[in-house]
């Protein structure tokens, strides 16, 4: 026995000697852009790790991030994620720790250059920061639809003829490929645009453990542990619906870290002493989140089958993960794409006791008679009652007696100047309609710009994704 | 869970299930969890993807695929059509989904033999 330990130690210690780990930390630090902000700092804070990844893409950030792009070429990125590397740069230098993220959004040189003169204010020499270019393919739409590219919509099968006008972002999501790059040129940033979540969290994986671009069990375990990690606290009993009351200190919840070992393996867990809960149930709440079919989980880099995925207890707050098995990549990217698709507002008022539902209601009634009046145009027009209806649609049970109900409304359609006459027909209806009514207070309902989504697939050989590393 | 005439039962989802759903543009997905393993047996054979379809009436207008996930208790609705456009065309104040998985748990089962 005691041989079988000296054999592991000396192991670990050569397997170290000669560069490879026996296991890395990885944590995500956000789920979204907005997410907690104190949370990566306590991960490089609070215990040991070794990569910090953040995501900050959901489907449509993208487009909001480039039309911040076209009105100052300095902007496009994720802001937050300046004084953020700003407040944990001494940590991360001091400890190694390198941070991976697609904070990046539609303008990674630009980030790339805030961090850089940041570090340089902070004095902080032979920094090396890395940005992943290339996902971004809106300036090739008409070169790719002229190759035979159809870009057609994925999940209705539409021709992109009747929105190609109005396209505002096209990117795609790449892998982990060019951040394994950049990490073997020695980047301690990288900074990409459009990655795929869960291939933040494998790029450091293949770049540690060496494993090969066919390795695809292992390629999916390392997806596996991404997913897991790639929404933050969700894995750490944030949005847990299974025992909520049960899961301790909310209000100090600990971001998800993955120990991974060399064969794919790994163990979710947090920091000690920080809030939340990591169990099988929380994990499993992850593992079903933003999936279509479980045995074909697509990502650039793989298909993992969740259906594979074998999960186990083995202390407080840490769950192993093993067994997963993973299948080729394909030979397809998916490109997100928005657009343009006219304008919307939503326009609320509080109706109190008695009857308020029925008070609302009749708002409701009043409010369409007059825009139908005013010959305006909407593509659609919505009510919902919250407190009453919006979670249960038809399927709210009717209840007694409401104390009081929000009446929201909202209309979208292709004219700004019609929605704009929604959102001054929403205020008179304090003085005109029904009685006890409130919280229209201060503000008028805005137009906003209505973005779509289109999701498509394009060759994987149609995009070249670049990489470059500079040093501070 | 109660009794009801007959040696029918209705049991509430919520009391044998956890879930969690979310989008992906205008598709929305919930995945529901069994809270024990002799539950996961009740969900595989009531919980069919025309049974979820139907009580989505008025909330999803495409179609309902099931999947499942037997490791770890699990299946996995997708409901298409079901988010009001998606994205920030969908004027729903849910538009991305994420209370579904807490309405499909309201639903009951009726189960013969439990």
Request: proline fraction near 5%.
């Amino acid at each position: 026995m005691l041989d079988f330990e000296v054999f592991g130690v000396f192991a670990v210690r050569f397997l170290e000697m000669i560069g490879e780990r026996s296991m890395i930390r990885i944590g995500c630090g956000q789920g979204f852009w907005g997410d907690l902000l104190r949370a990566p700092i306590d991960l490089v804070r609070k215990g040991p790790l070794d990569y910090l990844v953040m995501d900050f893409l959901a489907e449509l950030t993208m487009s909001i991030m480039h039309k911040q792009r076209l009105r100052d070429p300095m902007l496009g990125y994720a802001k937050d994620l300046v004084p953020l590397l700003d407040t944990i740069l001494p940590d991360i230098v001091s400890r190694n720790i390198k941070v991976i993220t697609n904070g990046g959004g539609a303008n990674p040189a630009a980030c790339r250059d805030a961090v850089r003169s940041l570090a340089g204010k902070a004095g902080v020499r032979g920094l090396r920061i890395a940005v992943v270019l290339g996902d971004d393919v809106l300036p090739r739409v008409d070169e790719l639809l002229a190759h035979g590219v159809a870009l057609d919509n994925m999940e209705t099968g539409e021709s992109i003829a009747g929105i190609r006008e109005r396209l505002t972002s096209a990117n795609a999501y790449l892998g982990a490929g060019p951040i394994v790059e950049a990490l073997r040129q020695g980047a301690q940033i990288v900074l990409t645009g459009r990655t795929a979540d869960a291939s933040l969290a494998l790029a450091p994986m293949i770049a540690e453990f060496g494993w090969s671009p066919d390795d695809w069990d292992r390629l999916a375990a390392g997806i596996v542990a991404g997913h897991i990690l790639e929404c933050g606290a969700q894995s750490t009993g944030g949005n847990f619906t299974g025992d909520w009351k049960a899961v301790p200190d909310l209000a100090r919840i600990g971001f998800p870290i993955a120990e991974v070992h060399p064969d794919g393996t790994s163990v979710i867990t947090k920091h000690p002493g920080t809030g939340g809960l990591v169990s099988c149930a929380t994990v499993k709440e992850q593992l079903v989140y933003e999936i279509g079919d479980p045995a074909g989980y697509t990502t650039p880099d793989c298909v993992a089958d969740f259906t594979t995925v074998r999960l186990r207890e083995i202390g407080p707050d840490r769950v192993e993960v093993s067994g997963v098995r993973g299948k080729p990549a394909t030979a397809f990217l998916k490109v997100s794409m928005s657009y343009h698709d006219g304008y919307s507002a939503v326009g609320t008022l509080t109706y109190s006791w008695p009857e308020a539902l029925a008070k609302a209601r009749k708002a409701d009634e009043i409010l369409r008679a007059r825009l139908e009046d005013l010959g305006l145009r909407f593509q659609e027009i919505r009510t919902e009652y919250l407190g009453y209806d919006s979670c249960f649609g038809p399927l709210a049970r009717e209840t007694c007696d409401l104390n009081e109900v929000v009446l929201r409304v909202g209309v979208r359609g292709r004219e700004r100047r019609d929605v704009d006459r929604f959102c001054r027909e929403i205020a008179p209806l304090v003085l005109t309609g029904p009685p006890s009514v409130t919280g229209y207070a201060g503000t008028r309902p805005k137009p906003e710009d209505v973005i779509a989504f289109w999701p498509a697939l394009i060759p994987r050989i149609a995009v070249a994704p670049e990489v470059s590393v500079e040093e501070t | 869970m109660r009794f009801t005439a007959g040696a029918n039962m209705k049991i509430r989802l919520l009391d044998i299930a956890h879930g969690r759903s979310g989008d992906k543009g205008n598709t929305a997905n919930i995945g529901i969890i069994a809270r024990e393993e002799k539950h996961y047996r009740l969900l595989v054979k009531y919980l069919t993807a025309e049974r979820v379809q139907a009580y989505f009436e008025g909330i999803c207008f495409g179609g309902v695929e099931r999947f499942e996930l037997p490791n770890i208790g699990a299946l996995n609705f997708v409901l298409h059509d079901a988010l009001g456009g998606g994205g920030t065309r969908s004027l729903r104040n849910d538009s991305q989904g994420k209370t579904l998985a807490s309405v499909l748990l309201r639903m009951e089962l009726d189960v013969p033999d439990f």
